[in-house]
């Protein structure tokens, strides 16, 4: 067990929907980042955060969009969703911003139907 | 070109042979170098990480970086047939917050 929880483990929607994935980081890490894993591209980096400010963006669409909460959870929002927006989303935390030592989650399922 | 390629495999060997993954990349500017293993259906987890070349031994499993040849290896003795997942090798800069993945080698341990 990582320590980094991620809710809920499966979600199935339609498209155009919008959906929300919660993420809990490991206690006193700072960073949290989000990640899309598809067969066909691989691991991609998606948004970080570090305590409370977005830090670094990597290839998240404009419909998705990512906050953190003063007690470090973060969301994931996931708006006007496609059929190619099915994947595994996994957030990870660390508590250097420069995630040197990034402790993944489970990973949220997404199927868009 | 993707900044960080692996052969996707699948790799299969016999329980306690040497395995030997590899990775190349072309940014120049990468300066920590990672590998995770990831389970089926699981998050990817840290095995080990590296900074600049090198060599660093973790129980069975040693990780080689070669900066020259933009070269980075896993080396797993003794494997196990527990060994067997998809290993992810992964680099950034100093300055950089983002991980490049390479898209992972599916390994399996024949007992």
């Known amino acids: 067990d990582s320590g980094v929880t991620q809710t809920p483990k499966h979600l199935i929607t339609a498209t155009g929907q919008r959906v929300t994935l919660r993420c809990s980081p490991r206690?006193?890490?700072?960073?949290v980042y989000w990640y899309q894993q598809s067969l066909d591209q691989g691991l991609q980096f998606l948004i970080q955060?570090?305590?409370?400010?977005?830090?670094a963006k990597g290839n998240i669409l404009e419909r998705f969009s990512a906050q953190q909460f003063p007690d470090l959870h973060s969301e994931l929002n996931l708006s006007s969703l496609e059929l190619g927006d099915s994947a595994l989303y996994f957030c990870?935390?660390?508590?250097?911003?420069?995630?040197?030592?990034?402790?993944f989650g489970q990973g949220t399922r997404l199927t868009v139907v | 070109q993707k900044e960080v390629e692996q052969d996707p495999g699948p790799l299969s060997v016999p329980e306690g042979a040497i395995v030997s993954l590899n990775c190349t990349y072309s940014n120049s500017a990468f300066q920590y170098f990672m590998w995770y293993r990831q389970y089926s259906r699981k998050g990817p987890e840290l095995l080990m990480y590296?900074?600049?070349?090198g060599n660093k031994e973790d129980g069975r499993f040693t990780a080689q970086v070669d900066k020259s040849s933009k070269y980075i290896s896993l080396f797993i003795r003794d494997s196990q047939p527990s060994d067997s997942a998809t290993y992810l090798c992964?680099?950034?800069?100093?300055?950089?917050?983002?991980?490049?993945f390479g898209p992972g080698t599916r390994l399996s341990v024949l007992p």
């Open positions: 990870a935390s660390s508590r250097d911003p420069l995630n040197t030592e990034a402790f």
């Open positions: 992964a680099a950034r800069d100093n300055y950089g917050q983002n991980l490049v």
């Open positions: 206690s006193g890490d700072l960073s």
């Open positions: 590296t900074y600049s070349s």
């Open positions: 955060y570090y305590n409370g400010e977005e830090r």
